[in-house]
């Protein structure tokens, strides 16, 4: 999905927020690209990787629950 810097703008504008001067757009394959294959690409500090970290842990938990739920 390709969203525009304006769109991006006007939805942070509608949740009273404004978009930081640092701020980009990627897919999660560009995300997880720029952090694992060129380290470095992506500037992000250790406590936000390790924040990033946690997030994917717990979303993959998350679908190996469902997926065992489903599955019976």
């Given at each position: 999905?390709?969203?525009?810097?304006?769109?991006?703008?006007?939805?942070?504008?509608?949740m009273g927020q404004e978009v930081a001067d640092d701020a980009c757009v990627l897919s999660t394959r560009d995300l997880i690209e720029g952090m694992v294959m060129s380290p470095g690409d992506i500037p992000a500090s250790t406590p936000d990787m390790f924040e990033f970290l946690m997030a994917a842990v717990v979303n993959f938990r998350g679908r190996f629950e469902y997926m065992a739920r489903k599955a019976g």
């Amino acid at each position: 999905m390709h969203v525009r810097y304006t769109q991006v703008e006007e939805l942070a504008a509608s949740m009273g927020q404004e978009v930081a001067d640092d701020a980009c757009v990627l897919s999660t394959r560009d995300l997880i690209e720029g952090m694992v294959m060129s380290p470095g690409d992506i500037p992000a500090s250790t406590p936000d990787m390790f924040e990033f970290l946690m997030a994917a842990v717990v979303n993959f938990r998350g679908r190996f629950e469902y997926m065992a739920r489903k599955a019976g």
